[in-house]
Every structure is written in structure tokens, then in C-alpha cells.
């Protein structure tokens, strides 16, 4: 055990050290930006991102913020959002600038935790590990709401620490709101918020009485029910439901649990041509409604496929178990899987995210090894440990997404700033003993890491988003270059053959993108977008009536208002006939 005294000392010049920490976590940041904003990953956005971009400007106007497919996901970005784009117009510059303030601010609250748990020194080591932390970086420059979550837990870790020497009521009505606001951030945040009524027990000994307790942990639950009432009231006037959380629960948990999925992994069922959170929710919405024979309401579409689901896990138990310890095993891999954004994707075209390194390993080595430190150490290891546990948990039951696991990177952090502080004092104090056996279980959580990373392929480059990133910048030769590479390399690619189908549109070549597109088909017959496509490049052929069978396919599988827009243009061409 190291005395207070040795190891809890404030380092010199400390504002000047704390300032050039957070200057070289915003440079970073911006430098990332600069390069994101002339990169063609930025124009062509992730399905999540595209739903969220959707989701803001149906709030900036007023209009659609609360149909059904808006109220599938979790809504507290898509009104940040919002009101964002209210204020600038659809500006992504200043969300992702917004968003590269936010995670600096999230390196201050590491800062802040370090403090408050008598270990300033480990908040510095902490921060600047978060700083050079890649996905944090990419992360930041993205139309996703990783950045908030992770900045929410760590300043819900450092408002818990401060918390439990409060004895006045408002903070902890006012804490209770924020863990409602973290909610309707993410869901799977509710664990966090029913955990929160334990802070109490840490409060000092005077105030560990059972009355008090009642008290602070009702404080806390009011708190959290007058946040919630908003986004209940939003869901009862969308589709007479009083919960405040969306309706997409029993879709998700579907998605995983399904005797159609024997990985437990994300699935795509066939009802879906998409992964897009709207696509997924129209196949589903449909599905469910043409099995009971008549349309069924949001919440009831979503008590049907939690039905479906838990209906799996009953008869399966052993093998819902072990999915879910493997997954949970898998969350310390090093092996990037990417969601929506990738890492080795985004490196292709940022020199600050190609030059650092990715953080997985050492993140997970140092931090869980640091975790342990402080537990023997202070009673309020929980606290830190909970974001942790929230982040393992959403993976282990649902998907292994890199997303979902840098949630837990700012706690990581600040248990690495743990790690390394007692590492720099025991080596100077010469106590080998304990830095042997922290040195040691870093090594062996590098190495399970290590291992678990080498079981699985590494996440394919996803050419098709460059090309038609390359195609909404406007840079058509640079697409069908790409494109043709890409095809050479990988004729089965249906995606790269739809992005050559547009370039050639844009060529003007129209017999060449629908062969191009007559291929995608073959390989994608669900693809919408190519059906349309098709149509588009068959009716300026001249080929009237195939042009209306493929924009009929298309209208089917997505109903569109420009795919329906295009079918009525060709039935028009038709008869003028």
C-alpha cells in the first residue's frame, strides 16, 4: 500500500501542465478535422449517420421529428441535432467542431476524476492518454453520438465522486436529471441510472443511515422521472405510449437472438434490404404486421419481436450463455469492428489518425490492470467501474462494435493514468513487488487482447463508401478509377458495381450503367437504390416499358417519394406514346 502522502501530491507548475494537455487535445481534434473535411468518407455517410442528419433536419423544420422512424432510435442527438442545424442550417463543420470541444472537454474530466480522487497526478497521465486515443479522435469528426456518450459517462463519474460528499438535495435531484438525459442519449444508459440510486452508499459514514439513503436515492429518482417526462409525452402523442424510451428495444434484441443467427451477431434478416436504422425498421414493421394480418403499432411491433427473441433465449439458454460470454470475451480483443465508421478506413486519409496508434491494446492493458490498483486502494473504485460494466454489458448482450466499446475509453483512461502513476512510483521507490504483479497483469490483458484480435480477419475496407464519397464531392474519374480497381479485384463487390453504374450516368454512358447495374442486381437483387438506378439509366435508353418494371421493383422494396416521383415519369412517358 503506498502512503497518500507519496503518491497524491499536486506536480509543479499544475495549471500550466493542465493547459498544454488540453491544448494538445483540441489540436489534435482540429488537425483530424481538417484533414475529415476534404476526406470522401466524410461525404458519404454511415446508415447511422445518414438517419441522425435526417432525424436533425426533420426537427430544425418541424416536420416528421416524430414518425415512427424517428422514434425508433434514441432521440436526445437527433434533437441536439436539431437544433444545431436551426441555428447554422445543415452545417456538419459545426457539429463536428462542436463535438472536437465536447471531447477535449471529456480530457478535462478525466482531469477532474483524477482530482477528485486525491490523484492529480494520475488525472494528467489519464487525459493525455485520452488525448492521443485515435478513436476518440475519428470518433469526434463523425455524425455519431460515441462522442457524447463517452463525454456523458465520464463527467457522470466525476459528478458522482462529487456527489457523495454533498448533503444538500438540489445536486442530487439535479444528478438524477442528468442520468435521464444520459438515457434518452442511449438506452442501455438506464443500467447506469438504476445504478446511480446506490451512490448514497457511499457517502460518508454520518450519512449512511437508512433514512438518509431513502431520501438521496428518492431525490435521485425524481430527478430522473421529471427529465423523462418530455420524451414520454413526445412518445404518448406519437403512438400512445407513456415510456420514455424508443421503440426499437425488442427489433435489436431480435436482431442477435433469432434461429437464423447462430453467431449472435448484428443480423440483417431477409425483410430488410438495408442495415440503416429506418430500413430495419420499415422490414420489421412489415413483417410483424403481415404475420398478425393486419398493421400493428410501433410498441406493438416492438412487443412482438421481444416476444420472438426472448422466445429464443427460453429454448436455447446454454447456447444464448455462451454467445453472450464470447461476445463479452471479445470486448478486450484488439481486433478493430467497425460500425458504421473505421478506423482503418479513416487512417487512409488523416495523417494525425495514420501516424498514432490504435489504442485497444494498451487502453485495455493499462487500464483494467489500473482498475484493479485502485480498487485495493480506494472504496470508490465502483464508480469508475460502472461506466465500464455498462459499456461491457451493451456488448456482450448485443453487438461487439467498436462503438459501443470506446464508450468505456475515458474511464480506461483514467485507471491508465492510474496504472502509469503508481508504475513511475514504485519504480522509484524501488517496490518491485507490487510493480511486478501490476506490470504482469497488463502483460497478460496485452496478450489475451493480442490473441483474441488474431482469431478473427481483419474488417475489410469498405470501397464502395470511398467511391461514392468520391462521387458526392463531385470527383467522378477518381470513383470510377477506384471503382474499376476495385471491381477487377473483387467482381463479386455488388456495392462497387452501383457506384461505377452512377459514374457512368454521369458520363452519360447509359448503356454501360445499365450493364453495370444489371450486375448489381444479380449480385443484390433487394438493392432499392440499384432498381432505381436501373430504371433511371433504362428510361433515358429509351426503354420505357423495362424502366417501369425496374422503378415498380424499387418502389416495392423502399416507398420512396423519388422512386414514386420517377415511376410516374416513365408511366407518363408512356402514354404520351
Known amino acids: 500500500m503506498i502512503a497518500a502522502a507519496d503518491i497524491r501530491s499536486e506536480p509543479p507548475k499544475l495549471k500550466l501542465i493542465v493547459f498544454g494537455i488540453l491544448a494538445l487535445v483540441l489540436a489534435l481534434r482540429l488537425a483530424n478535422l481538417s484533414s475529415a473535411m476534404l476526406s470522401p468518407l466524410s461525404y458519404q455517410p454511415g446508415p447511422d449517420e445518414d438517419y441522425y442528419q435526417r432525424f436533425g433536419q426533420a426537427v430544425a423544420a418541424g416536420v416528421g421529428q416524430n414518425s415512427p422512424e424517428f422514434t425508433s432510435l434514441d432521440p436526445a442527438y437527433g434533437f441536439l441535432l436539431g437544433a444545431i442545424f436551426k441555428l447554422v442550417g445543415v452545417n ?148 400512445g405510449a407513456l415510456s420514455p424510451l424508443p421503440h426499437n428495444g425488442g427489433i435489436s434484441l431480435h436482431q442477435v437472438y433469432n434461429a437464423q443467427n447462430p453467431s449472435a451477431e448484428l443480423w440483417v434478416p431477409a425483410f430488410v434490404n438495408y ?127 467498436d462503438r459501443f466499446r470506446f464508450h468505456a475509453a475515458p474511464m480506461l483512461a483514467v485507471c491508465s493514468g492510474v496504472w502509469v502513476e503508481h508504475t513511475i512510483h514504485d519504480i522509484r521507490a524501488r517496490r518491485f513487488r507490487p510493480l511486478a504483479q501490476f506490470a504482469l497483469l497488463a502483460a497478460v490483458i496485452a496478450a489475451v487482447s493480442i490473441y483474441l484480435g488474431s482469431q478473427s480477419p481483419p474488417a475489410a475496407i469498405r470501397w464502395d463508401q470511398i467511391a461514392w464519397g468520391y462521387i458526392k464531392m463531385g470527383k467522378i474519374p477518381q470513383a470510377q478509377a477506384l471503382g474499376e480497381r476495385i471491381a477487377a479485384e473483387q467482381p463479386d463487390n455488388g456495392a462497387i458495381l452501383e457506384a461505377l453504374g452512377y459514374t457512368a450516368i454521369a458520363r452519360e454512358n447509359y448503356d454501360e450503367a445499365a450493364s453495370y447495374y444489371q450486375r448489381a442486381i444479380a449480385l443484390r437483387p433487394r438493392s432499392h437504390v440499384a432498381h432505381y438506378n436501373l430504371a433511371r439509366a433504362l428510361l433515358l435508353l429509351g426503354r420505357t416499358s423495362q424502366a417501369e418494371a425496374e422503378a415498380k421493383i424499387a418502389v416495392s422494396l423502399n416507398p420512396s417519394p423519388d422512386y414514386q416521383e420517377l415511376l410516374t415519369k416513365i408511366q407518363s412517358a408512356a402514354v404520351s406514346r
Request: glycine share 8%.
Open 92 to 239: 456538419l463543420f459545426a457539429v463536428y467542431l462542436l463535438q472536437a470541444l465536447v471531447d477535449a472537454a471529456t480530457a478535462c474530466a478525466v482531469l477532474v476524476i483524477g482530482r477528485t480522487l486525491g490523484r492529480p497526478r494520475a488525472g494528467l497521465y489519464g487525459a493525455l492518454v485520452y488525448g492521443v486515443a485515435s478513436s476518440a479522435i475519428m470518433y469526434s469528426a463523425t455524425l455519431l453520438k460515441a462522442t457524447w456518450v463517452a463525454s456523458f459517462l465520464a463527467w457522470w463519474a466525476a459528478g458522482a465522486l462529487a456527489l457523495i460528499r454533498s448533503e444538500r438535495r438540489l445536486p442530487w435531484l439535479l444528478f438524477g436529471g442528468f442520468c435521464a438525459l444520459g438515457v434518452a442519449l442511449r438506452s442501455n444508459l438506464l443500467l447506469l441510472a438504476l445504478l446511480s440510486l446506490l451512490l448514497p452508499v457511499f457517502c460518508a459514514r454520518q450519512g449512511r443511515t437508512l433514512r438518509n439513503f431513502a431520501a438521496k436515492s428518492a431525490l435521485l429518482a425524481g430527478g430522473m422521472i421529471l427529465a423523462f417526462l418530455p420524451w414520454s409525452i413526445r412518445n404518448y402523442h406519437a403512438y
Open 275 to 401: 442495415l440503416h436504422p429506418s430500413e430495419i425498421w420499415r422490414g420489421y414493421a412489415a413483417e410483424a404486421s403481415a404475420r398478425a394480418g393486419h398493421t400493428l403499432s410501433p410498441p406493438e411491433v416492438d412487443r412482438y419481436w421481444r416476444d420472438e427473441a426472448l422466445g429464443f433465449i427460453e429454448q436455447h439458454p446454454g447456447e444464448t450463455i455462451l454467445h453472450v460470454l464470447k461476445k463479452g470475451l471479445g470486448f478486450l480483443s484488439a481486433r478493430e469492428v467497425p460500425d458504421n465508421r473505421s478506423l482503418a478506413e479513416e487512417k487512409l486519409f488523416s495523417p494525425v489518425l495514420r501516424w498514432l496508434p490504435s489504442p485497444t491494446v494498451w487502453l485495455f492493458a493499462m487500464g483494467l490492470a489500473g482498475l484493479v490498483w485502485l480498487a485495493t486502494e480506494d472504496r470508490r473504485w465502483p464508480i469508475i467501474a460502472a461506466p465500464i460494466a455498462v459499456s461491457w454489458l451493451t456488448v456482450a448482450i448485443f453487438f461487439a462494435s
